[in-house]
Nanobody, 128 residues
Framework: QVQLVESGGRLVQAGDSLRLSCAAS????????MGWFRQAPGKEREFVAA????????YYADSVKGRFTISRDNAKNTVYLQMNTLKFEDTAIYYC?????????????????????WGQGTQVTVSS
């Protein structure tokens, strides 16, 4: 089992930056790809970004490409999502997720919401 706890969400203004963190605990000695998803009110949960086990490959939704950066520190069992130039439409609950990685992580695997573990989410609100 892996437990994921997100933090860093808060109310910000459009154009601001924010960094989310996701701390993993439990069985963290396996190779996990990590992802960030978000869900806005009345909308489906959508993929935001993902990173493979080594941190050498990253994947982004078109809507955040160039503004958001995902990274990880395996020594700290923590994944980050740096969000710059935030927009009103970035308002959502942001979820961290972990997926067993048994080989190279493909883009479709990274974006597929079928992850093994999920955090409880952290609210990001961007005022316009």
């Amino acid at each position: 089992q892996v437990q994921l706890v997100e933090s860093g969400g808060r109310l910000v203004q459009a154009g601001d930056s924010l960094r989310l963190s996701c701390a993993a605990s439990g069985r963290t000695n396996s190779a996990y790809a990590m992802g960030w998803f978000r869900q806005a009110p009345g909308k489906e949960r959508e993929f935001v970004a993902a990173i493979n086990w080594s941190g050498g490959s990253t994947y982004y939704a078109d809507s955040v490409k160039g503004r958001f950066t995902i990274s990880r520190d395996n020594a700290k069992n923590t994944v980050y999502l740096q969000m710059n130039t935030l927009k009103f439409e970035d308002t959502a609950i942001y979820y961290c997720a972990a997926k067993y990685q048994l080989g190279p992580l493909t883009t479709s695997q990274a974006m597929n919401p079928r992850y093994n573990y999920w955090g409880q989410g952290t609210q990001v609100t961007v005022s316009s």
